[in-house]
């Protein structure tokens, strides 16, 4: 019913003049909601009409936040649909993986490559930290841990220690998937200091539930989900040269 309403609210600011901005907005709202719900297919749809709403009015800061966005949503899908064939104990198939790894990578990396050309830090730290949430899912834990040390010190630049602290348990996840247990919990209980220090109860959580994956010890070949191919593909990638 949320994702109704808002839906209803970006339609209704489509239908009023000239306004491109807050219809993308209104859309990027539209897409939170519906991704919320689970609902992707959905999200990715309302993500792309805000990307072209985006562009539409020529502002470059709302089309980096719009091609997160899409990036974002792809993620969603791509998680739901490795959910779906885990439960039911099918493989993805490689070819069907490069296409979701395309399908999210690419609007981040143009996020990021776009961010940098506006020189603004706290955006091409949420870039970066995109492209590292799709590695680490995909398996290639080093292009993401390089892609999340950055978005790390991007963020502690423009003195936002709790999107810091977000990029230091990517960290964390990229050591675990390496199967460097010792390092991953020490990254996360850095991380889990600095969202106590900052009353982040959510950053908390999220810490702990790392931490209590962590002590079951490395993870299993193939952890990140994608084929061995992609995950080696995506090592020898780095972002930071999305520059």
């Known amino acids: 019913a949320e994702a109704e309403r808002a839906l209803r609210t970006a339609k209704g600011l489509q239908q009023q003049a000239g306004d491109k901005k807050a219809q993308a907005y209104a859309l990027q709202n539209t897409a939170s909601i519906l991704a919320a719900e689970d609902r992707f297919e959905e999200a990715v749809k309302a993500a792309f009409e805000a990307l072209a709403l985006a562009r539409g009015c020529g502002d470059a800061t709302a089309e980096v936040e719009m091609l997160l966005l899409v990036s974002q949503a792809h993620l969603g899908s791509?998680?739901?649909?490795?959910?779906?064939?885990?439960?039911?104990?099918?493989?993805?198939?490689?070819?069907?993986?490069?296409?979701?790894?395309?399908?999210?990578?690419?609007?981040?990396?143009?996020?990021?490559?776009?961010?940098?050309?506006?020189?603004?830090?706290?955006?091409?730290?949420?870039?970066?930290?995109?492209?590292?949430?799709?590695?680490?899912?995909?398996?290639?834990?080093?292009?993401?841990?390089?892609?999340?040390?950055?978005?790390?010190?991007?963020?502690?630049?423009?003195?936002?220690?709790?999107?810091?602290?977000?990029?230091?348990?990517l960290i964390a996840q990229g050591r675990w998937l390496l199967s460097q247990v010792r390092e991953a919990e020490e990254e996360a209980n850095a991380a889990l200091q600095v969202f106590r220090d900052l009353g982040d109860q959510h950053g908390e959580e999220r810490c702990y539930e790392a931490l209590a994956h962590f002590k079951e010890g490395p993870p299993r070949a193939g952890a990140g989900g994608a084929p061995q191919a992609d995950r080696e593909a995506g090592d020898r990638r780095s972002d930071s040269a999305a520059e």
Do not use: C
Not at 86 to 102: D, F, G, L, V
Not at 121 to 139: C, D, K, N, R
């Open 78 to 169: 791509m998680m739901k649909r490795s959910r779906e064939h885990t439960e039911s104990n099918r493989k993805i198939p490689e070819q069907a993986w490069r296409k979701a790894e395309s399908r999210t990578l690419r609007p981040a990396r143009e996020a990021a490559v776009l961010a940098r050309k506006l020189g603004d830090f706290y955006l091409m730290a949420g870039a970066m930290y995109g492209i590292a949430q799709a590695y680490l899912f995909l398996g290639a834990a080093e292009a993401g841990i390089t892609a999340a040390r950055e978005a790390q010190a991007k963020w502690l630049s423009v003195d936002n220690p709790g999107g810091a602290g977000h990029a230091q348990l």
